[in-house]
């Protein structure tokens, strides 16, 4: 079954330290991918998106994601992590052929000062 | 603002009784989907919508009902609620390229607890 897995349901960094959060998918077909971040008691709001081309996407707040195709992984990272930062982050993936986003359990990110 | 609304934001009710939770988009989207979040299990779509009139199952349909009968809303119905229904529930929007849909604006989210 066509499934994204999330290492980590929280993990924890100091202010100013690297931020990396990691997304795995099963599947040999290149599918597109997607980060959200969710803020207390808001909707999902998109951090950035792999569809085609370049294969290191930026996106808003300093983040960043690179598809490896042969790790089948989209890790999210950031050089300096923001006390603003603190959110849960959900990976999620469109699978060729699919109209769904099949989405992972997330990850709840804590900022220490 | 493009965006996609959804009410009521909180909502407590009792077993058995029938309710709707709204969901309107202003960004001409032909693409509507519900989810529902649960701790541990992210976000798992209910049901979906390709256009006006055009409704299809997602991966947690049962107990839920929903209707495309304009583009910009797609209420989702509960008929009988029961207690396993409570979660927060998302409304989400896209485009469509090449009939497949891109990317996601979500609503702010309606919490729903049944007693």
């Known amino acids: 079954a066509q499934s994204v897995t999330q290492l980590g349901s929280h993990v924890s960094v100091s202010e100013g330290a690297l931020v990396l959060l990691r997304c795995n998918y099963s599947?040999?077909?290149?599918?597109?991918l997607f980060w959200y971040v969710q803020y207390p008691n808001q909707g999902l709001q998109l951090l950035l998106k792999?569809?085609?081309?370049?294969?290191l996407v930026k996106g808003i707040n300093g983040f960043e994601a690179e598809f490896k195709k042969s790790e089948t992984s989209f890790h999210l990272t950031k050089p300096s992590a923001h006390m603003s930062d603190a959110a849960e982050y959900f990976c999620?993936?469109?699978?060729?052929?699919?109209?769904?986003?099949?989405f992972g359990q997330g990850t709840r990110l804590t900022i220490n000062p | 603002e493009a965006q996609v609304t959804q009410n009521p934001r909180y909502l407590i009710t009792v077993t058995g009784k029938k309710l709707t939770v709204t969901c309107s988009q202003n960004?001409?989207?032909?693409?509507m989907s519900w989810y529902r979040q649960d701790p541990g299990l992210g976000l798992r779509q209910i049901y979906y919508?390709?256009?006006?009139?055009?409704?299809d199952k997602g991966d947690v349909p049962e107990g839920y009902k929903v209707s495309r009968k304009e583009k910009r809303n797609f209420p989702l119905i509960l008929e009988s609620p029961s207690p396993n229904q409570t979660s927060l529930y998302f409304c989400?929007?896209?485009?469509?390229?090449?009939?497949?849909?891109?990317?996601?604006?979500f609503g702010p989210g309606t919490r729903l607890t049944v007693l």
């Open positions: 999620a993936v469109r699978f060729q052929g699919a109209q769904k986003l099949v």
């Open positions: 960004m001409n989207h032909e693409y």
């Open positions: 919508s390709m256009n006006v009139e055009v409704t």
């Open positions: 599947s040999s077909v290149p599918p597109y």
């Open positions: 792999y569809t085609t081309g370049a294969t």
């Open positions: 989400a929007s896209s485009t469509r390229s090449r009939n497949v849909s891109i990317e996601q604006f």
